[in-house]
T-cell receptor, first 116, second 113 residues
Framework: ETGVTQTPRHLVMGMTNKKSLKCEQHLGHNAMYWYKQSAKKPLELMFVYSLEERVENNSVPSRFSPECPNSSHLFLHLHTLQPEDSALYLC???????????????FGPGTRLLVL | GDSVTQMEGPVTLSEEAFLTINCTYTATGYPSLFWYVQYPGEGLQLLLKATKADDKGSNKGFEATYRKETTSFHLEKGSVQVSDSAVYFCALKSQGSNYKLTFGKGTLLTVNP
């Protein structure tokens, strides 16, 4: 219903694995986001893509690598993660227009990641 | 910098009780304000928003009024239902920012029959 889908919904991986999270938005938006939600912490903005260019990277470790091939798709490539990376990873999208403060972000259901 | 403070949870109410979840913020200028709700096992859904002072956002019986003088955006509902059990997040987006949302830590609401 939200117009933002994420796959997989659940993922268990070992520290040496490589996996990717996928996000797709069906809202015609021009910006996409990755957030990390850990227990008892505020949502952390990880990456922002606007018009398929990365405009924000909040000191995220290099073991997280985003990719935005077009305005509808966003990936988060994972490799050699740590147990403390276990969290809910949320994707969001919005329509950025002229620098106004009114654009609303719409979230996907998230991928629950467990790193063993 | 911008910040959002919302009341610590958890909040436990009986069905049909009145709900208030407090939210105050710090930001320069006139931010846009949002309430998001997260149901168990799901992502965040926009519940309501207000973009200028004295605006009232409303949805599904929930309301919040943008109070510039008290820098607040408290969430209220007159009669809660069991289905309202969720985590509620207050958030702001600064004037002039294209995309950065600042979230509060969330308030867990449990409504008992």
């Amino acid at each position: 219903e939200t117009g933002v889908t994420q796959t997989p919904r659940h993922l268990v991986m070992g520290m040496t694995n490589k996996k990717s999270l996928k996000c797709e938005q069906h809202l015609g938006h021009n910006a996409m986001y990755w957030y990390k939600q850990s227990a008892k912490k505020p949502l952390e903005l990880m990456f922002v893509y606007s018009l398929e260019e990365r405009v924000e990277n909040n000191s995220v470790p290099s073991r997280f690598s985003p990719e935005c091939p077009n305005s509808s798709h966003l990936f988060l490539h994972l490799h050699t993660l740590q147990p403390e990376d276990s969290a809910l990873y949320l994707c969001a999208s919005s329509q950025i227009a002229g620098g106004g403060a009114q654009e609303t972000q719409y979230f996907g259901p998230g991928t629950r990641l467990l790193v063993l | 910098g911008d910040s959002v403070t919302q009341m610590e949870g958890p909040v436990t109410l009986s069905e049909e009780a009145f709900l208030t979840i407090n939210c105050t913020y710090t930001a320069t200028g006139y931010p846009s304000l949002f309430w998001y709700v997260q149901y168990p096992g799901e992502g965040l859904q926009l519940l309501l928003k207000a973009t200028k002072a004295d605006d009232k956002g409303s949805n599904k019986g929930f309301e919040a009024t943008y109070r510039k003088e008290t820098t607040s955006f408290h969430l209220e509902k007159g009669s809660v239902q069991v289905s309202d059990s969720a985590v509620y997040f207050c958030a702001l987006k600064s004037q002039g920012s294209n995309y950065k949302l600042t979230f509060g830590k969330g308030t867990l609401l449990t409504v008992n029959p």
